[in-house]
């Protein structure tokens, strides 16, 4: 009979070295105010015809949760505040907001 014991080593961090902790992001995406939204419109009409009165506008949004790895949350912080400026939102046309939850 044989049998394994497997060990798994983890690496010693090295002196001054920081360990990285994960965060999760959620990120609000939305048209600015002067911006037209079609899709609202569309949404708006279609809740309308369902019978759903009450309904004054409707504007549509995008919402993004990432998971992050970072020293510390104003790092993450830092990076998905550069996410959003270079890919996740059109700062012509988009606002955003985020939280590290």
């Known amino acids: 009979m044989t049998s394994s014991l497997h060990t798994t080593i983890l ?5 001054g070295s920081q360990i990285n902790m994960n965060f999760q992001a959620q990120v609000h995406i939305t048209l600015k105010p002067s911006v037209s939204d079609p899709q609202g419109l569309t949404v708006a009409g279609g809740l309308k015809q369902l019978g759903f009165d ?39 046309i988009e606002d955003y907001r985020y939280s590290i939850i």
């Open 54 to 92: 009450s309904i004054n506008s409707v504007r549509v949004g995008k919402f993004i949760e990432i998971e992050i790895e970072a020293q510390s949350q104003p790092e993450a912080e830092k990076h998905i505040k550069k996410m959003c400026e270079k890919l996740l939102a059109n700062p012509v």
């Open 11 to 15: 690496p010693t961090p090295q002196k």
